[in-house]
């Protein structure tokens, strides 16, 4: 039985909706951006100014071992740039999310942060571009005039978050237990799915 599940995921793609409704039927906790809100708020940092922040940190983080232990945390951050404090605190705040009890965690690096566990089940959700910009319009309110940019955009911005974290290739099928095409079998057959898996 798999106690976590870890979520990477597409824009658009349904990543977010699938691992919200998963842990509702599994009865699981649910993270994925408090887990940014929390570790600004406990270095104080504003909530508008995070997310760029957050995409600054330069070269691989979790496999730096100069400034991190995979699996600890760093004793003295105040000399590291501000968003490379940023994420090891996420990093400790997902650690310590795992150790409360069962838990769904979208994003974050989380299942790089997680490789080790037995416990744990890693999914990279994606789609094809037709299935998102439909997705896109819908669900997200994007103009159908920017949505293409607006995807490119977010993949990008996703991809660069985990390959400058981890080392890895977003998206690489090693890195995962499971890789689902939501618009090829739905949002409700992938949360199906992961259920069968988890139990």
């Known amino acids: 039985m798999y106690r976590i599940i870890t ?14 409704k998963l842990a509702r039927e ?5 993270q994925d951006h408090s887990i940014l809100v929390e570790a ?19 070269g691989s983080i979790i496999f730096n071992l100069s400034q991190t232990v995979l699996g600890g945390t760093v004793k003295n951050t105040n000399n590291l ?11 400790q705040i997902i650690e310590e999310l ?21 416990d744990c089940l890693n999914v990279f959700i994606h789609a094809d ?5 439909k997705r896109a319009i819908e669900k997200e309110k994007i103009s159908p ?7 490119r955009k977010n993949d990008k911005r996703r991809s660069n978050f985990y390959q400058t974290h981890t080392n890895w290739t977003w998206g690489d099928k ?10 090829e079998i739905g949002i409700d057959k992938c949360i199906e799915l992961l259920k069968i898996t988890c139990k």
């Open 129 to 133: 571009n037709e299935f998102r910009t």
């Open 40 to 58: 600004a708020k406990r270095l104080e940092i504003p909530s508008t100014y995070v997310e760029d922040l957050e995409e600054t940190a330069p």
């Open 145 to 151: 005039h920017e949505v293409e940019a607006i995807l």
């Open 81 to 91: 740039p501000l968003a490379t404090r940023l994420f090891l605190e996420e990093k």
């Open 98 to 118: 795992v150790e409360k009890g069962n838990c769904v965690i979208v994003g974050r690096c989380a299942s790089a942060i997680l490789k080790d566990r037995k």
């Open 7 to 20: 979520i990477e995921r597409q824009y658009a793609s349904g990543g977010n909706e699938i691992g919200k």
């Open 174 to 183: 090693e890195h995962f237990h499971m890789i689902l095409d939501s618009g």
């Open 26 to 30: 599994l009865d699981y906790r649910f």
